[in-house]
């Protein structure tokens, strides 16, 4: 923005100067470089009022957590209306629980668990991809990698919540 009352006038006459399609003369010579000088500024301000500021991310709760021990202990409360059984017991069963589907996956076996879901593998195809540090080309070999897939039950139960 000019800054003089003497800057102010100039840039008047500039604007008539060029509004009535007068030729370059004296006064928009000597005012042309004040008038760029306005021009950069209010391009400025107007940048500023419409720059868009970055999306702010939600900061989500982590999700809560169990354990393997905090699972055999809700299975001994569970079980434990029925029939007496210690938390080692539990344990114990827990862990023959998970042992028994990682060697089902290791065979290739379908796991299905009506009302919460099905595990099976899938295989992923080699491809090529790139070191992130050096942008070098990589081979990435095939692999088998466990899916998931949610029963009816467990998808209804989390449209409720």
């Known amino acids: 923005m000019p800054t003089t009352k003497k ?72 079980v434990g209306q029925y029939m007496e059984i210690t938390n080692r017991d539990a344990e114990s069963i827990v862990s023959e629980i998970i042992s028994t589907m990682v060697d089902s996956l290791k065979n290739s076996e379908e796991i299905e668990i009506r009302g919460f879901g099905s595990f099976r593998l899938r295989t992923r195809r080699a491809r090529r991809g790139r070191n992130p540090k050096t942008g070098e080309s990589v081979d990435v070999a095939s692999k088998q990698i466990v899916y998931f897939k949610q029963g009816k039950d467990l998808k209804e139960f989390l449209k409720q919540k």
């Open 7 to 78: 800057e102010t006038t100039k840039i008047e006459e500039v604007k008539e100067a060029k509004s009535t399609n007068k030729k370059r003369d004296g006064i928009i010579g000597e005012s042309s470089k004040l008038v760029n000088k306005v021009n950069k500024v209010n391009k400025v301000n107007r940048e500023a009022k419409t720059k868009a500021y970055p999306k702010v991310k939600k900061v989500e709760p982590k999700p809560n957590t169990i354990s393997r021990s905090e699972l055999a202990q809700s299975v001994a409360k569970a």
